[in-house]
């Protein structure tokens, strides 16, 4: 896999991260040898989101692959903003979700695809 360029003369943290010579000597994984062919992927976030900022290229990938993909999501969001009234609880545990299945969406994720367990916690 190549790495990522940002089209601007700017040497900002991703054209470091990619110039760097360790990048170089570390050996590209298979998603076979993650993920044996008719296993199941399990992704377990603490909070809506985060399986996509954490997973979401290999998400894509596995996705792509036709693997069988299981989200779990243990909170529902609403408590990364105490005491907001932008963006109270309430509001959170709705648009949280929310984002996650856009960012899934841009990805390229069919969401009918996957199963995803949302444990509702605050």
């Given at each position: ?58 998400l894509q990938l596995l996705?792509?692959?036709e693997y069988s993909l ?6 529902d969001g609403s408590a ?43």
């Amino acid at each position: 896999m190549k790495p990522a360029l940002l089209s601007d003369n700017r040497r900002g943290p991703a054209q470091i991260w990619n110039s760097a010579p360790q990048l170089a000597q570390i050996p590209a994984i298979n998603p076979a040898t993650l993920v044996p062919k008719g296993a199941r992927v399990v992704i377990i976030a603490p909070h809506p989101g985060d399986e996509v900022i954490a997973c979401g290229g290999l998400l894509q990938l596995l996705s792509t692959l036709e693997y069988s993909l299981q989200l779990i999501s243990i909170t529902d969001g609403s408590a990364s903003h105490p005491g907001s009234t932008v963006w109270p609880a309430k509001r959170l545990s709705v648009v949280r979700p929310q984002e996650s299945v856009e960012a899934l969406r841009r990805l390229g994720v069919p969401l009918h695809s996957l199963k995803w367990i949302r444990g509702g916690f605050a």
